[in-house]
């Protein structure tokens, strides 16, 4: 039992969601099809595990929500509005109680209400199934008849397909007539379908000028990919209900296709507990330690100038290949899409939507973007976060849209980049933008700092109010908000992991809320700075270049110091200053780092050491959220070396001075 249970604290979660998100798809899509299909499946599924154990209220309410798909399948009841609400709810309470059960582990059990709860949701489910029964389904459209045309027009790309032995699936993807509303972009979606090799868009009905409506889609698509299946049906996951999938023999005319299998492809999968993962990454943090320490070796022993140093060089190149393949090998490991992180906020956006009274519509860009698990399981709960307070706070109530001149549904998006070693996940709203003397009147109000101050405060500033502890606009607590906890609660949890979120808004048009997180532990290589007897170090892509400046270069002015560079006036800073630390003596010349980006400066330091290769781990503990930190490395010789964003410690001193500034 104990394997079992095991077993099931792994798959349950997983197929709880897969039964929610399939609810959602056959809201979109109500009637037969592969969304219905997959819900009773995973109900079934679901069904059939946890009656292996003591777990009644969980056992019935899957077996009511089973036999209520199962008279949708067969056309025994209509898909309504009243059916999918109920199922919702019922796999709201379903995925709830399983979540608990996996943080729980041993202590299996559900919660004291969970009884009641369950005969409540149960009774609605079965009340639903003497319905009314579902109208008769119009004759269905030939199987395949997008597909003739689909291959003859790309004759050749798969004719270089079969010519590499390319295997290749051809979808047709039909889109819902109010997609847009639902927040899905069809041409965004195919744009970077992968393996891509032909597409044909063609309306689905005859243009007619007099009723054109533009807000309804009219187009159908049918694509061509040499992309394996599984990671096709992931990346249409969202519109599951509204594809329909052909495999094409990659060694046969284009003229005669194999219609594929509806279902998922099997995978061949293999779990390991993420605790020997990470093992394994320390492992590769302790090689790039030690293949540091060798670079020092080969230093004393006189470098390229002796046999012994050449040969201790080469031997260090040579490792510093394979340490970096491995940590390439053992960071894939444990990347997995953003999507895990995204998957519950549709169905919570429209809890919240139906439970304020406000039509919100959510797109989602950018979930197949990967990052470290732990940074994908961590970002779930800020998500939550965000999503609640901008369908509370950000987007306005219908009547207040409508003499706001904006459409009666609010739209929120969130989105999802890669920039280099971190990544950005922006969630903004079109609402009503924060109102700055609100929050600095709030604030005072609260307690949270003094009027002197808060009058003192930028917008920027004033802005950053809401992530203090205890800050709430709410006028009455809620379910939803009203108990000072939320924002700061999104900021600690960024912080925790290395990262930081910052927030912009303007009045009337929104606000934006952006995370930037590291990606992963990564090997970066910095330079290492000195001020006096510490070492510091900067990631190389942030620095320009490196100089040596006389005093005599150098102008004082009244904002601070500066320097001309090529024609160009820079605005000069310590690194002392920006550190607090104490200066060193000033010298006849300064050692300047010039940082990169499109608003360079100067930044004087002591001077420069060697260029390193370190394994760059997020601030923890005390330490975790420290400004101008990207994170800490270790050192061949035992000391732990400070990375610093120079971005962050520079700030608005960075901008360019204008050259009458020197004149």
Known sequence: MDELLAQFLVEAPELAQQLAEALLALERMPGPGQALDAAFRHAHTLKGSVQLFDLPPLAGLLHAAEDLLGALRAGDRAPDAAALDALMAA???????????????????????????????????????????????????????????????????????????????????????????LGDDPFGLLRRLPGLIALRVTPRAA???????PFACNLDFAALSTAAPEALRQHMRFVADQVEWAGVAAAEPPASPTVAATRDPGQRLLRVEAARIDGMMDMVAELVVAKTGLAGLAREAGGPATPLGRSLAARGAEIDRLVAGLHRAVLGLRLVPLAQAFRRLPRLARELSAQLGKPVALQIEGEEVEADKSVVDALAEPLLHLLRNALDHGVEPPEARRAAGKSEAGRITLSARRQGDQIQVTLEDDGAGLDTAKLRRVAGERGLLPPAELDALDEAAAMALIFRAGFSTAAAVTGISGRGVGMDAVRAAIEALGGRVSVASRPGQGTSFRLTLPRATVITRVVLLRLGEARFGVPIEAVAETLRLPEAAITRLAEG???????????????????????????????????????PCGIAVDGFAERLDVMLRPMGGLLAGLPGALGTALLGDGVVLVVLDLDELAGGAAAPLPEAALS
Do not use: N
Not at 147 to 161: K, N, T
Not at 207 to 213: P, V
């Open 561 to 599: 110091e500066a320097f001309v560079l090529r024609g160009r006036a820079l605005p000069l800073l310590r690194l002392s200053d920006l550190l607090g630390l104490p200066a060193a003596p000033a010298g006849t010349e300064r050692r300047i780092l010039v940082t990169a980006g499109p608003a």
């Open 91 to 181: 796999a709201g309470a379903v995925e709830g109680w399983i979540m608990g059960l996996a943080r729980d582990g041993a202590g299996i059990g559900l919660p004291a209400e969970a009884a009641a709860l369950g005969a409540r949701h149960e009774a609605a489910l079965r009340a639903l199934l003497d319905g009314p029964a579902v109208p008769a389904a119009a004759e269905p459209a030939a199987a395949l008849a997008w597909l003739p045309a689909l291959l003859a027009e790309a004759a050749d790309p798969l004719a270089e397909a079969r010519s590499g032995s390319q295997p290749v699936t051809a979808l047709h993807y039909r889109p819902a007539a109010d997609c847009f509303f």
């Open 207 to 213: 243009w007619d000028l007099e009723s054109f409506d």
